[in-house]
Structure formats: C-alpha cells, structure tokens
C-alpha cells in the first residue's frame, strides 16, 4: 500500500514537471559584438584670464630743493663798563664813608661797573686785581660807559664776625619827633672797636629815606 503511494506521487510529480521534446537543438550563433559607442568627452571652455588694466606710470616727484638754512645771530652779550681809578681812594663795603675799608685803590686800578645805588651816587666795582665787589665814591674812578644801562644793586654787608656777635636787644623808641635806638654794648679789642655804623630809613613827608 506504501509503494503504490509513492509511485503515485512519483507519477505525479513526473507529471508536474514539463520537460522539453529531444529535439536536435539549433546551432549557436554568435551573439553580436556590441560597438563601443564614442565616450563624450566634455570640452573645457576656455578659462577667462583676467588682464590688470595699465598702471600708471608715477609721475616723476620732485626733490625739495634744499633751502638756505638761516643763520643764527648771537644775541650781543652786554658789556659792562669799564671803570678806572683817577687817585689813591678807598673801596669800602657799603655805598657810603660810613662803611669800613674794603680795599686800598690806586691811580690806574681798572674793573668794571657793576652795580649802583638807588639812594646815592655811589657805585658798586668788580676791580680786576680783587676777588669780591666793592663800593666806590663816583668823584675818584673815570666810568667808560653810560651809568644808566646798570641797574640799581642793594647793600649786601659780609658775613657775621668770627670774633664778635651782633648787638643784643635793639630797640627803639619815639618821643614826638625824635626817636631813641638803643642796644647792648658790644665787648670788642682796642684795635677794633671802631663804633657802631647805624644803617637807618627815616620816614619823611610820607616817604623813607635812607
């Protein structure tokens, strides 16, 4: 009974299968060759290459000429007077007589004109052969120059005494018209003691005098 089912299957499955007839089978052709077609080749355009117009041409740049450098006139340096000692005098250290020696002046002594004095005629010397300025009376040099050019100079006394100290509670006192300067006494050598010089502006008619 098994076998008689499968050779029914087997039938059937023969049956199935649609098999083609012997027939003489034709001669093989060739199949035709198949022509390369022409690739197409893409032409590249012509690349724009861009000219820079013409510069232009710079115009030649004129060179300054050099100009006449100005020359510098030196302001005139100011002379002061010469002055000459006319006599034998004193150079003293204040624009009076009234002041100490300074210096002994002899005929042909020279300097120069430094300095005058607002409140008398006297006149403040550099002389050549001293290291310091002094005053003179104008009656005993000969001023190469004119005085007015010089200015007016103050009186500037050396320094304190090395030996003796300045005078101690000064003070002054007014009685009506007449005033009264008093100080304490100033213990000095025989050699020295010369008195006192009082250097003084006296109010007069509204205006000090020296």
């Keep these: 009974m098994k076998m008689n089912r499968l050779l029914i299957a087997l039938a059937f499955l023969l049956a199935a299968c649609n098999f083609p007839s012997a027939a003489p089978s034709p001669s093989p052709v060739a199949p035709p060759t198949a022509t390369d077609s022409p690739t ?10 861009f000219t820079p117009p013409p510069s232009k041409t710079p115009s030649a740049t004129l060179s300054p000429t050099a100009s006449e450098t100005s020359s510098t006139t030196p302001s005139p340096t100011f002379a002061f007077p010469a002055v000459t000692v006319n006599q034998q005098a004193h150079c003293r250290y204040g624009p009076s007589k009234a002041y100490l020696h300074a210096a002994d002046l002899y005929a042909g002594d020279s300097g120069t004109l ?24 104008p009656s005993v040099v000969t001023v190469n120059g004119a005085l007015e050019t010089i200015r007016f100079s103050e009186v500037h006394l050396p320094g304190p005494s090395v030996l003796y100290a300045p005078p101690q509670q000064v003070a002054a006192t007014r009685n009506s018209d007449k005033v009264t300067i008093t100080w304490s006494q100033v213990d000095m050598t025989e050699d020295d003691d010369r008195g006192y010089l009082l250097e003084l502006w006296v109010c007069q008619d509204g205006a000090y005098l020296w």
Excluded: I
């Design 40 to 49: 197409e080749t893409e032409t590249p355009l012509p690349t724009e290459t």
């Design 114 to 137: 430094r300095g005058r004095f607002q409140y008398s005629a006297w006149l403040l010397v550099k002389f050549d052969k001293l290291n310091y300025f002094c005053w003179v009376a």
